[in-house]
């Protein structure tokens, strides 16, 4: 299979990409290392069966060639309110990852007949700038 991840240079991409070449797949990476760490996937460069594409999912993607699936784990993160690298201190990337990236990885999808998945954590409260308990947290991961 041929599978285009954005978030491949992150904790969960960087991972997901490994098994998956690990498995015969062939992966095409985008990330814009907004929080992604180019070490994470520097194994995997070389292999034959992953090529990073360096993109902000936030824009139009486009991939001249057939896959089977879209997998969009590219979003900041971590709630951590101290780290610039949070999401609650990257808060309009965190929104366009989550809305721009998901037309647009669905759009790739729809294009070229591949089925697309986003892994969401939901995390929703009433009481706004309030961080919920990880026990509290609502995972939902979409597929069309
Ligand atoms: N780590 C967890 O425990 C966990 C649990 C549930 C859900 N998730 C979700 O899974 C996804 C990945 O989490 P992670 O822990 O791997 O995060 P991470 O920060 O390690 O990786 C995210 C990757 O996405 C990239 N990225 C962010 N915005 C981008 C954009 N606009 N265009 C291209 N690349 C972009 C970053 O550079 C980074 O490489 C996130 O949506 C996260 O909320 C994570």
Known sequence: MRVALTGAAGFLGSHLADRLIQEGHEVIGLDNFVTGDEANIAHLLDSGAFRLIRQDVSTYIDIPESLDYVLHFASPAS?????????PNLPIQTLKAGALGTLNTLGLAKALGATATRLVPVRYTTKPNVLLKRSQWHICAFIT
Do not use: E, K, L, R
């Open 79 to 87: 709630p951590n309110p101290a780290s610039p690298f949070g999401y």
